[in-house]
Each structure stands twice: as C-alpha cells, then as structure tokens.
C-alpha cells in the first residue's frame, strides 16, 4: 500500500522503517527533516511537507506529540488529501483532542481510525507494539495489513475514542509502576541499603515484574537513554488526569505520577527516559 507517515520521532521512525521494510511504499515527513532522513536508506520516500507526503496515498498515520500538532500537520496536508484514504492517528493524544480530531477527519472527508499503540521504542523497532484500534468495522480489513507490520496483536475496543480512552487507562498503570518503583529505589539508597537488594527480595514473588526489574535496575545504573521520555510522560499523566475530571473519578495516584514527573522535568531531566522521574525524589 502507499501509506504516509507523519512525524518520525522515537515512535514514528521505527514504525515507518518496519513498512517499508515490509514493501510497502512509504512517505515520511518531521517537522525536523534531519530526523526523517535515515528513513530514506531504508526504503522510505523523505517528503518536504506533510502534502507532499500524502498525495495519493491510501493510508495516512499520524504519530505526533500531541493534539494541536496533529491538527496542525494535517490541516497542512489537507490540500493534497485523497478523499479515499484511512486516517490512522496513532498518537496519544487524550479524549477530548481525539474527540476533535473525529470531527476534523469528517471534515475532510476521510476515514478515520483511531489506534494509540501500546509500547516503546524496543517494542515499536521489533514490530512487537499492541495497537489499540477503534473506529467502523468496515474499514478494519483495509488498516490490518498495517497493524500486522508494527504490532505483535490488534485490539479492536469499539466505535473511534474508545482505543484513546483505554490508553490512557493503561498509562495510568505504566505512570504508577514508574512512581512506586522510583520511589522505592530512593528510599533503599536513602536508607543506605543496596537498592538491589529490594529487587531480589521480590524477585518471583507475587509483587514482582518484569517492568519493575527492568525499570529498577535502570535506575541503579543511571541508564536513561529514552524509550519513553520523562517530558512526554509528563504530557500523558495531565492526559490521564484530564480524562478522569471528565469521567468524575478521583486518581490520587495518577495526581501524584503528574507531581513526580513535572519535578523531574524542573531538575532538568525532561529529555530521559521516564525511570529518571526518580530524581523528583530528591
């Protein structure tokens, strides 16, 4: 298929080099051209605009930091738009933005899918990423073949805005499991333990996980090269905080999470990966 992909940051870059390894014939476009230009040795077609990149095109992804700047590229975009295409907008973006987003693809008179995916970078360069997919079950045979290069299974959760309500759900667990494990980590160092003796005593216990071990001993090592970073972290945890004013539910966890990672992002760790948020601890 001819498939355009809009921003190649950590997430967009893997996910556009998986299609086109896959034979499809891809189109990227980043608002930072330098970060797009790798793709280009690895089959895919650099464009110069987002219009550029979605002439003719059957399908459109968008993976970009936000609401305003998905709006934003594909108002951009819209002059060259086949009226055809699927719009598979995989950002995480929030209800409301993606509420907006639905009208916006009405607007221009495509299909529209939504399909936040669950993962990080490891993930999203092996093709093993959960696509969350949500939109007219008529329009599912024809954004599989996609789903199938980038992800290790597809979740089909109901009409568009359900796959970004469950999204954030899961992001409210993934912020807590980063919290508690920072938080544990700093207690035992504060305390003048090894931190991983903390690690080993839960070690195959019913409280252990491969996350907490993962992200743990991340964090005893000081390795915070970004899967996913502590700013856009930050950016998903007012999300989550958003979604639940909406739906009238108080998470004092998810509040807290928000707290830890905007102190992180102040000490001057925004650019790590989200393990860093330990550093809110001190």
Partial sequence: MKIAVLGTGLMGAPIAANLAAAGHDVRVWNRTRAKAEPLADQGATVAGTPAEAVEGVEIVLTMLNDGATVTSVMQDAAPSLPHDAVWIQASTVGVSATEDLIALARSLGLEFVDAPVLGSTKPAAEGKLVVLASGAPELRDRVQPVFDVIGARTMWVGEAGASSKLKLVANSWVLALTAAVGEAVSLAE???????????????????????????????????????????????????????????????????????????VTKGHGDEDMAASYYASF
């Fill in 190 to 264: 504060a305390s003048g333990l090894d931190p991983k003796l903390f690690l080993e005593a839960v070690s195959g216990g019913p409280v252990d996980c491969a996350y907490l071990q993962m992200k743990g001993n991340a964090i005893i090592e000081r390795s915070f090269s970004p899967a996913f970073t502590v700013q856009n972290a930050l950016k998903d945890a007012q999300l989550v905080n958003e979604a639940a004013l909406r739906a009238n539910v108080q998470l004092d966890v998810a509040q807290a999470s928000s707290a830890r990672l905007n102190r992180a």
